[in-house]
């Protein structure tokens, strides 16, 4: 997969997250993932679709992170994952795929979004559509570790 495909998607979740939660986020090494478990508690997934072929992102996050994402955005106290959590992933996840679009749009890829789709429970499974590699983007936070999934084929 073209990095030109996936950093739009790393560029737009710490976009995101500084912006809407005042959080800064640090990406580490990307990876090919292997099989199709969770690394998180609660997973956005949304799929695209156009001429550069078609795929999905996801974004899982791990409880404690989510947690102090939906708190700073939201400004109120939450104690665990509820649909109030599960809301503000749907809404993270197209909100960063919105601007990923954006980027990816200004290089000449043109792209149809999905609704986004929202998973939550220990060791859930995310399905992504596409034949392609998935490529794992693990990002700490303050609070501890979230990931983006980016899986595309041609």
Same mark, same amino acid.
């Given at each position: ?46 799929? *695209?679709?156009?001429? /550069?072929?078609?795929?999905? +992102? =996801? &974004? ?8 102090? @994402? ?33 980027? *990816?749009?200004?290089? /000449?890829?043109?792209?149809? +979004? =999905? &609704? ?8 859930? @499974? ?29």
């Amino acid at each position: 997969m073209k990095a030109e495909l996936i950093n739009p998607f790393l560029e737009s979740i710490k976009d995101v997250l500084s912006t809407m939660a005042n959080m800064e986020v640090t990406p580490g090494t990307p990876c090919l993932k292997n099989g199709n478990v969770a690394k998180g508690d609660v997973t956005g997934l949304i799929g *695209l679709a156009g001429d /550069g072929g078609k795929g999905s +992102l =996801a &974004i899982s996050f791990t409880e404690p992170v989510i947690l102090e @994402v939906t708190e700073r955005m939201l400004g109120e106290k939450i104690s665990h994952i509820n649909e109030t959590v599960t809301d503000c992933v749907g809404e993270i996840t197209n909100i960063v795929t919105g601007g990923a679009k954006r980027i *990816l749009s200004e290089k /000449g890829y043109e792209f149809d +979004l =999905a &609704i986004p789709g929202v998973v939550a429970g220990k060791d859930h @499974v995310i399905s992504h559509r596409s034949k392609g590699n998935t490529i794992l983007l693990p990002f700490t936070a303050g609070p501890g570790s979230f990931f983006v999934e980016v899986c595309f084929s041609e």
